[in-house]
């Protein structure tokens, strides 16, 4: 197991509550991250049950799990259910005398079937709390992020009833190169454009192939993304028919493809899949509640939000794959890879390295470095009048809000590839004092410039008061 120290503990908390009567718990993230792994494993440490769910009638689930309670209670010929009432009965009354864990994973596949499981569980959790029962400690697990999440939302039935809402996340960027066994960041930053922080990824969906220099980048895209051979090959397509809300499939692709070409407003998007923009939002709401889309609010302009993709692997497929997925499927990566390079410089990894220095600001960015703990991290737009033009910046740091003018920490320009001089300081100035004459506190601004290429002798000798230079070794350090 890597870096689930925190989740694990947290696991470990849940099951030792000292509480007599049966608690519950429950458990997402999306695929590939390692959640069955974790919960098979705290079962098999503590002595628990774990049930895993599949796409069946309740039939045979019914039976499955009369095998698995029949050899936990020592019964001889498995345990004969008829409605689901009576299997939430039998594993909340499981003798016990200390906490005992029992896992029911993929719970959104029973649920599938079987509408009223939720409600069941409601009553079966009330009535225990009232008449008392054995500590079990029930964890539902799922993938499926939208209905993972109404589950204790609302006026949804098990709201109020969970002492455990443990999401698992991706691993960060850092994590993902120590993960991928990557010392380079250059080439950490490549890789993690690509395949983003999803551990499976690396294990079982290309067995263990990582790059192995940036020499070797180009070889490996080819070999362990752009093979047909590879589960990681159509890992992207399946990513979106696993999600139970998303029905029509060729409406959502289009959405994630428009805003992995760039078109990142609801307008945008509105007209790259020809609708009208009232037309989207139901798409991208569920997308947002499936997890792929995330809407990034202008810190410089509330009402101006942008949509980014979440997950790598779906930006690059939608970038580089969807449009050649023909000439992949007959062995043509070579041609694909060579013709498509400059695409996935300026469509993938640009974008990408923008995100990541919002992360590295938010995250991994030291107090000393901006003054002040950061409140909000995001890109902004400011227009300019004067000079009839607008400037888009990637890296806005906001503090705290404290009642007087919102405070700027920092600005920021990332550029991947580009050395970078005093023209893009200067340019960072401007905007500092256009936000200053708007109101902003900009008198403790530091102005940051990101970039893999370097620096230029002048901005390199510049005061450091003033100006960040981050280069990749910043970033993962």
Known sequence: MFDREAEWAELVNFIQDDSPF????????????????????????????????????????FHLIGELLAARVGSPAPLRFTSWRAIIDAILDLETSTPLPVV????????KGSRELPSILQAALDLRRRRGGSPIRLILCGSALSFMGSLLSGDAPLRGRAGLELVVPTLDYQVAAEFW????????????????????????????????????????????????????????????????????????????AAVAEGNASRGGIAGYIGRKA???????????????????????????????????LVTFYHTIMRPAWRELERRRADRVWARSKGR?????????????????????????????????VGHGVVNDQERRTSHEIDVVVLAQPDGGPRRVLCLGEAKWGEVMGSGHVE?????????????????????ACFSTAGFTPDLLASSRDEVILAGPELLYS
Not at 231 to 247: C, K, N, S, T, V
Request: proline share 7%; net charge negative; with cysteine.
């Open 181 to 256: 066994q990557i010392s380079d960041p250059r080439l950490a930053l490549l890789t993690h454009a690509v395949v983003g922080g999803t551990p499976a990824y690396r294990r079982e969906y290309v067995r263990d192939d990582a790059p192995r220099s940036l020499a070797d980048f180009d070889d490996w895209v080819e070999r362990a993304v752009l093979n047909p051979a590879r589960p990681l090959f159509r890992e992207a397509r399946y990513l979106l028919a696993e999600e139970p809300d998303l029905r029509d499939s060729a409406l959502y692709h289009s959405v994630l």
């Open 344 to 376: 996935f410089m300026s469509g993938v990894v640009g974008p990408h390295f923008e995100e990541i220095c919002r992360t590295w600001a938010a995250d991994f960015a030291d107090a000393e470095m901006f003054g002040d703990i950061p409140g909000e």
């Open 104 to 111: 029911i994973d993929e719970f959104p596949y029973l649920v």
């Open 22 to 61: 049966p608690t519950l718990g429950v458990v997402s993230g999306r695929r590939r991250q390692g959640k069955t792994l974790l919960l098979g494993s705290l079962c098999e440490a503590t002595g628990g049950v774990y049930i895993e769910g599949t796409e069946a009638v309740p039939a045979e689930h």
């Open 278 to 312: 009232t037309e989207i939002s139901h798409p991208l709401t569920v997308l947002e509640d499936a997890g792929l889309l995330a809407k990034s609010p202008d810190m410089l302009r509330a009402a101006r939000p942008l949509y980014r993709v979440t997950e790598p």
């Open 427 to 447: 340019r960072l100035r401007r905007v500092r004092d256009l936000l200053s004459q708007r109101g902003y506190d900009t008198r403790s601004t530091r102005l």
